[in-house]
């Protein structure tokens, strides 16, 4: 179904990102496998993304004058898929298929078996690079179209995105977007273990980006970075996000175990449902699949 294109209030799309995480914890838990803590990262952002910025339907993408939307760490692809099935852009039922054979939505995102999906991406850095191609493609073709991409922190770490953010300021492309899912861990341990990023306002900011540092699961921030993105003139603009791997789940906030490659038990998805509001009896409904097949309000 094609959603109207109408902006939502605050109340709305916190409800709608609840959602989305209770969504994403029953994919990664009938996938027996998946991201859970960066997936929960960045539910806020993609919300307000998809809903407020993109308001894509599914007869957009037979359009190329469209926005776009890559996510450059795509092992946070459940937020993402959760998000695009609230947003009407593909079946409720598909997010079954999470992670399994012959299925459209796999570990990562694929281009060729999703319409919504811009880039295939995983390999940390070239989702930032293909959508740096975008912008300039629009750019060329006198289009002033905007271009998003979402970047993890440990992702910052690869030199390819640093070679994108130099060459999206030498062109001086104001309609390019990177968020930025700041929630200070990575696969094995937190960030200034691995790979130190701070002082990262300032780097972007030495590179030519307009930068806007906010709490990344505040919805009105969020909200007004992606306005102040709008009226930017000279400069691509990077929206520093800080967030809570895990956000949503308090045993799995800030722990880096819960970064990927796990399996959720039956008690792990009830603990984790309960803490976004699903009593155990409507937990019922995601441990089946159920949940899959019905309407979401």
């Given at each position: 179904?094609?959603?109207p294109q109408t902006e939502l209030a605050?109340?709305?799309?916190?409800?709608?990102?609840?959602?989305?995480?209770?969504?994403?914890?029953?994919?990664?838990?009938?996938?027996?496998?998946?991201?859970?803590?960066?997936?929960?990262?960045?539910?806020?952002?993609?919300?307000?993304?998809?809903?407020?910025?993109?308001?894509?339907?599914?007869?957009?993408?037979?359009?190329?004058?469209?926005?776009?939307?890559?996510?450059?760490?795509?092992?946070?692809?459940?937020?993402?898929?959760?998000?695009?099935?609230?947003?009407?852009?593909?079946?409720?039922?598909?997010?079954?298929?999470?992670?399994?054979?012959?299925?459209?939505?796999?570990?990562?995102?694929?281009?060729?078996?999703?319409?919504?999906?811009?880039?295939?991406?995983?390999?940390?850095?070239?989702?930032?690079?293909?959508?740096?191609?975008?912008?300039?493609?629009?750019?060329?073709?006198?289009?002033?179209?905007?271009?998003?991409?979402?970047?993890?922190?440990?992702?910052?770490?690869?030199?390819?995105?640093?070679?994108?953010?130099?060459c999206a300021a030498h062109y001086r492309?104001?309609?390019?977007?990177?968020?930025?899912?700041?929630?200070?861990?990575?696969?094995?341990?937190?960030?200034?273990?691995?790979?130190?990023?701070?002082?990262?306002?300032?780097?972007?900011?030495?590179?030519?980006?307009?930068?806007?540092?906010?709490?990344?699961?505040?919805?009105?921030?969020?909200?007004?970075?992606?306005?102040?993105?709008?009226?930017?003139?000279?400069?691509?603009?990077?929206?520093?996000?800080?967030?809570?791997?895990?956000?949503?789940?308090?045993?799995?906030?800030?722990?880096?175990?819960?970064?990927?490659?796990?399996?959720?038990?039956?008690?792990?998805?009830?603990?984790?449902?309960?803490a976004c509001g699903v009593d155990r009896?409507?937990?019922?409904?995601?441990?089946?699949?159920?949940?899959?097949?019905?309407?979401?309000?």
């Amino acid at each position: 179904m094609d959603l109207p294109q109408t902006e939502l209030a605050v109340a709305d799309l916190e409800k709608r990102a609840l959602q989305a995480r209770r969504l994403s914890l029953a994919m990664i838990y009938h996938a027996a496998s998946g991201h859970p803590g960066g997936s929960l990262s960045a539910i806020d952002l993609l919300t307000v993304l998809y809903f407020q910025e993109l308001k894509l339907t599914n007869a957009a993408f037979s359009n190329w004058k469209r926005p776009r939307f890559v996510l450059s760490k795509g092992h946070a692809c459940p937020a993402h898929y959760a998000v695009a099935a609230l947003a009407g852009l593909l079946p409720m039922r598909e997010l079954n298929g999470l992670r399994k054979i012959n299925r459209a939505l796999q570990g990562h995102p694929h281009v060729g078996a999703t319409p919504f999906v811009e880039a295939s991406t995983g390999s940390l850095g070239q989702g930032f690079s293909i959508a740096l191609g975008m912008a300039m493609g629009f750019r060329h073709r006198g289009e002033n179209l905007p271009v998003y991409a979402m970047l993890g922190d440990g992702e910052l770490q690869e030199g390819q995105v640093w070679e994108t953010a130099m060459c999206a300021a030498h062109y001086r492309l104001n309609r390019f977007c990177a968020v930025i899912d700041y929630n200070k861990l990575q696969s094995d341990a937190r960030n200034s273990e691995i790979m130190a990023l701070e002082p990262l306002a300032d780097k972007w900011r030495s590179f030519g980006w307009a930068v806007n540092e906010i709490n990344g699961h505040d919805v009105p921030a969020i909200q007004q970075a992606f306005k102040t993105f709008a009226a930017e003139t000279e400069r691509p603009t990077v929206i520093i996000a800080h967030t809570v791997k895990g956000k949503g789940v308090g045993y799995m906030e800030d722990v880096p175990a819960w970064h990927g490659s796990v399996r959720l038990s039956d008690d792990n998805l009830i603990d984790a449902l309960a803490a976004c509001g699903v009593d155990r009896q409507g937990a019922a409904a995601y441990l089946s699949g159920a949940v899959f097949e019905e309407a979401q309000p």
